[in-house]
């Protein structure tokens, strides 16, 4: 079983209120995106890395990512047209699967990794990281309409990892239809096909605002212990 890695990467970053994409901000001595692709270089089926960044991009060029199989690959206007890029750069030398995880997220643990992979190899179907919602969740927009009964409630994680052919698919069918998708696991749904959820550490977290940043900076210098 082939499988390739997708990381998308090509985002400006707004919510964070830099001048520079947050995949470039430093922890330690390395950028989030070097963290991030360290981590899955560490991950043994994993056999190839495409990255996709921006075509204006000044930064990715700069990294030093000596010893790791990795190609860039041109970014899109959404996350979805960015690994719907990726995917249609390795067309030629399509894998089995492709596992696609946010530049954003370098907290993720191989473990979990492994374990998404197995499962959904075992179970022959894809599958995300997800971990169960904590927090009592309102709906509304001034006031709370309503409390939404949280035990069947996930917060979606990267990876996602899904056959390379499905995932293609779901993809495509999904810009044709103009839907708007945050996620891989969104679009093979819209498809009609199942996505296992499997459980996954809650501290993978998305950097996205500087609360974040500052979270996994901690996060960080604690796994590097
Ligand atoms: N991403 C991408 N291509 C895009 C938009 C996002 O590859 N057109 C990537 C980001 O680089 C990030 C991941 O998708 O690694 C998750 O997206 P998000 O956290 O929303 O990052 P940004 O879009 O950069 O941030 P913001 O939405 O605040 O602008
Ligand atoms: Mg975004």
């Known amino acids: 079983t082939t499988i390739a890695a997708v990381v998308p990467a090509a985002g400006v970053g707004a919510r964070m209120g830099l001048n520079h994409p947050k995949q470039y901000l430093k922890i330690g001595d390395k950028t989030v995106l070097e963290h991030t692709l360290g981590k899955l270089a560490q991950v043994p089926q994993l056999t190839k890395l495409y990255v996709a960044v921006s075509e204006t991009d000044g930064y990715f060029d700069e990294l030093d990512l000596s010893g790791l199989a990795v190609s860039r690959v041109t970014g899109g206007q959404e996350r979805s047209d960015s690994v719907l890029n990726a995917l249609l750069a390795m067309q030629s030398t399509a894998p089995d699967w492709v596992l696609v995880h946010d530049a954003a997220r370098p907290l993720v643990e191989i473990n979990d990794i492994t374990n ?23 709906r509304g927009t001034s006031h709370s309409e309503e409390t939404v009964p949280r035990a069947t409630l996930w917060q979606a994680l990267t990876p996602q990892f899904f056959p390379y052919h499905q995932l293609l698919n779901a993809l495509q069918q999904a810009q044709q239809n103009n839907a708007q998708i945050t996620d891989e696991a969104s679009a093979v749904e819209l498809a009609g096909q199942p996505v296992r959820l499997v459980s996954g550490r809650s501290d993978n977290i998305k950097i996205t605002t500087p609360e974040d940043y500052a979270l996994a900076s901690f996060l960080m210098s604690q796994q590097s212990k």
């Open 116 to 138: 998404l992979i197995e499962q959904c190899l075992t179970h022959q179907e894809g599958g995300i990281l997800a971990s169960k919602v904590k927090d009592t969740i309102k």
